[in-house]
């Protein structure tokens, strides 16, 4: 059974930070395509930050030079470092995973797995 657990979202000023952190549980991050997607209410979903299991990493163009994911193998937990945060980041952000091997536009599309998501409000 597979569990992807977000923290960390919450309510921000604009140049503001966060770090989301997802826990995963039937699922080992190291060895599967891992992400963070993000929807905003009226708007479709679209992903954020891509890392393969080569620790390989891929943002969206929005937030590309802000936002940094990454993995922490022993904790079997994935991040998601966000800084000069603008309202336009508001969105419900979700972990995201799969077994297979992906590329980042395939991955946005058909992850097998997703949290429950943690919200994320820039004012």
């Known amino acids: 059974h597979v569990q992807l657990v977000e923290s960390g979202g919450g309510s921000v000023q604009a140049g503001g930070s966060l770090t989301l952190a997802c826990a995963a549980s039937g699922v080992t991050v190291s060895a599967s395509s891992m992400g963070w997607v993000r929807q905003a209410p009226g708007k479709e979903r679209e992903g954020v930050a891509y890392?393969?299991?080569?620790?390989?990493?891929t943002v969206a163009d929005s937030v590309k030079g802000r936002f940094t994911i990454s993995k922490d193998s022993a904790k079997n937990t994935l991040y998601l470092q966000m800084n000069s945060l603008s309202p336009e980041d508001t969105a419900m952000y979700y972990c995201a995973a799969d077994p297979r091997p992906f590329d980042w536009s395939e991955f946005v599309k058909f992850h097998t797995y997703r949290g429950q998501g943690t919200q994320v409000t820039v004012s």
């Open positions: 890392i393969d299991v080569s620790s390989r990493t």
